[in-house]
């Protein structure tokens, strides 16, 4: 047990580190929110229309999907006892897994227990030293921290840049043995696409394996096959990797790829050999979630189509996902903006640096299939009238 002195030093360290953030407006919150349906919710007893959630289609409080898990539940029991690797491993991962495989087009499917964890075991199985790793600048958190786990090395390129891309390749391409192209399909705070066409021509070119995370692009992009499908046909994307709790409204994390290459991260990839498989209840719910999916194309498709009307009503640039950034640079203005819309009964979340660059705190509105039209009017025209828009930023 810590001694009394050092309990007291450690103590001033977090206290001192939390007046900084402070003091910064930086410091982070959890605020309880009961989201008691769709893109609804309750915080400190208000209802609110939450537009910062990212349960696209709205899948978590499905009927089909409660019910699928339930009866999970029932049959399998709340939790997966161990590892896939010892007897974590029930029947109904084997199904999701060829659902997904199905869905993008790949030989085999591999779930983890999260996104953030897929990423944190795909990388340094795939990469380490005398690799070298290229990352878009904005590539996701999970992303990052993969690739510094992997111990190879590693060059950032400009957002969405083809020419940094490809003169990085050029320049250091041949120093290293294997190179990892690492990019989100749908960026999580701006919600723009990446040339994922483009750059698969690149990395071909360069011997280099392309990965990208499609967390915000499957369930609403392409029919629900996401941001990897350009114009109904799969880009060359080897390593289609995503999450299964946004648009699917469940959890757990995945990888999309050829049969060996499933084969080598199963028997690989450390987040996946040395964590608990995920419930059962999670699982089946996504099932139940890929069915609703794959049934209806134009319900995939609403919250793009809503995204793209709101982009359209306040002239900013036209939505390629459910995701809206509305830059206001400074923290502070985010917050009160951000304030201001909850006295309107809108649930807007002010997202502020880290998570984005400096200078770039920003609104972040994320669209659902069930928001309704004459709330998305009543929001658009608050924004209008009471909150300046950083045209600049943009
Ligand atoms: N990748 C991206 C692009 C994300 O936005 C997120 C979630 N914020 C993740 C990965 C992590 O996924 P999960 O929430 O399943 O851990």
């Known amino acids: 047990m810590a001694s009394p002195a050092t309990s007291r030093s450690l103590d001033r360290f977090a206290q001192g580190k939390l007046e900084d953030l402070e003091a910064r407006s930086l410091r982070r919150r959890l605020i309880e929110t009961d989201r008691y349906g769709p893109a609804l919710a309750r915080r400190a007893g208000r209802e609110l229309i939450s537009f910062c959630c990212n349960d696209y289609l709205n899948l978590s409080h499905r009927k ?107 320049e250091e391409r041949a120093k290293h043995r294997h190179c990892l192209i690492l990019t989100d399909g749908v960026f999580s705070m701006d919600g723009d696409l990446a040339p994922v066409e483009e750059m698969g021509e690149l990395a071909r070119a360069h011997d280099a394996w392309l990965m990208s995370d499609d967390a915000h692009g499957i369930g609403v992009l392409a029919g629900g096959k996401g941001s990897s499908f350009i114009g109904g046909r799969k880009a060359d994307v080897p390593l289609q990797m995503g999450t299964l709790s946004k648009a699917i409204g469940s959890y757990g994390g995945y990888l999309c790829a050829s049969q060996p290459v499933v084969d080598f991260i199963r028997t690989r990839a450390r987040t996946l050999i040395y964590s608990t498989g995920l419930p059962p209840a999670s699982v089946a719910a996504s099932i139940a979630a890929l069915d609703l999916i794959e049934a209806d194309p134009a319900f995939a498709a609403l919250p793009v189509k809503k995204a793209k009307a709101f982009t359209r009503a306040l002239n900013l640039p036209e939505a390629e996902s459910p995701i809206v950034p509305i830059l206001m640079g400074d923290p502070d203005k985010t917050l009160a903006a951000s304030a201001l819309l909850e006295e309107e009964g809108f649930l807007v979340t002010a997202i502020r640096p880290p998570t984005v660059p400096e200078g770039t705190a920003r609104l972040r509105f994320t669209f659902t299939a069930e928001h309704e039209d004459k709330d998305i009017e009543r929001l658009t025209a608050i924004i209008r009238d009471k909150i300046l828009i950083d045209r600049a930023a943009e």
């Open 64 to 170: 089909e999907v409660k019910e699928a898990a339930r009866a999970a539940l029932e049959r399998y029991g709340a939790g997966s006892g161990a590892s896939r690797l010892v007897t974590g491993n029930h029947p109904l991962f084997r199904t999701l897994e060829k659902r997904l495989a199905r869905l993008k087009e790949t030989d085999d499917c591999v779930i983890f227990g999260s996104g953030y964890l897929a990423n944190l075991g795909i990388v340094p199985a795939l990469a380490r030293e005398g690799d070298l790793v290229l990352a878009d600048e904005l590539s996701h958190a999970c992303l990052l921290s993969g690739t510094k786990l992997s111990g190879a090395e590693t060059r950032i390129f400009r957002h969405n840049d083809l020419d940094h891309l490809k003169t990085l390749l050029e």
